[in-house]
C-alpha cells in the first residue's frame, strides 16, 4: 500500500507543498505523512528548517524513515506515529500543517483541527488536499467543504475560497488557510 500512495499521492504532496512556499527556515508538520515523498520534499524546500512527518501507522512511520534516510534528509526531518487529534508538537511551533488524502480519515476532525491550529504559528498556513472521490458519501461535497471553511473560520483561521484540482488520480478539493492569531 505504501508503494501504490507514493507513486499515486505524490503530484498531491509535491502540490502541497509548493502551496506551503516554506522559507529555508519553515518548520512545517506533515499531518498523516504515509510513506514520505511530502516530508522529504518538504525538507529540500527547508533546509535551515524542520519538517515533522506524522502518521498513526508503524509501517508508515518506517517507510517515511526510510525515505528520508535514502534521500538524505533525516538530519532535516523528525517523523512520529501521532494521530491528528494528538499532535506532539508544543504549541505555535509550525509555520505551516499540511493534510494530504487523510482529514476524511480522522477520528474526531473537531479535535484534529483544533490541534492544527493550536500547533500553528501566528500567520502560519494549513493546506489540505483530498481527492473528491475520498470525500464521505453521506455529506454533498459542497455542504463538506463549507463545514470545513466554517469549522476553520471559527478557529481564527482566514480561509480563500477553496478550489477543485485535477492530479492524476483525480480531482481533488484544495484548500488554503492562513491562522489569524
Not at 516554506?22 to 524542520?50: E, F, H, K, L, Y
Not at 511551533?93 to 492544527?116: K, T, Y
Amino acid at each position: 500500500m505504501a508503494t501504490v500512495m507514493a507513486s499515486g499521492n505524490a503530484d498531491m504532496e509535491l502540490a502541497a507543498v509548493e502551496l506551503v512556499d516554506p522559507r529555508p527556515d519553515s518548520n512545517v508538520a506533515m499531518i498523516g505523512c504515509g510513506p514520505g515523498v511530502g516530508v522529504v520534499a518538504g525538507a529540500r524546500r527547508a533546509p535551515n528548517g524542520m519538517v515533522i512527518g506524522l502518521d498513526p501507522s508503524a509501517v508508515m512511520v518506517e517507510r517515511t524513515r526510510t525515505r528520508c534516510r535514502r534521500e538524505r534528509v533525516e538530519h532535516l526531518t523528525r517523523v512520529e506515529r501521532a494521530a491528528a487529534e494528538s499532535l506532539p508538537l508544543p504549541d505555535r511551533s509550525q509555520d505551516a500543517v499540511v493534510s494530504v488524502n487523510n482529514i476524511q480519515l480522522w477520528s474526531d476532525r473537531s479535535i484534529g483541527l483544533d490541534e492544527c491550529v493550536r500547533v500553528l504559528a501566528p500567520g502560519g498556513v494549513l493546506v489540505v488536499l483530498l481527492h473528491t472521490w475520498a470525500m464521505p458519501d453521506d455529506v454533498p461535497y459542497a455542504e463538506w467543504v463549507a463545514e470545513l471553511r466554517t469549522d476553520l473560520s471559527a478557529r481564527d483561521v482566514q480561509v480563500e475560497p477553496p478550489q477543485t484540482q485535477r492530479f492524476r488520480s483525480g480531482p481533488a478539493m484544495v484548500l488554503i488557510g492562513r491562522s489569524a492569531r
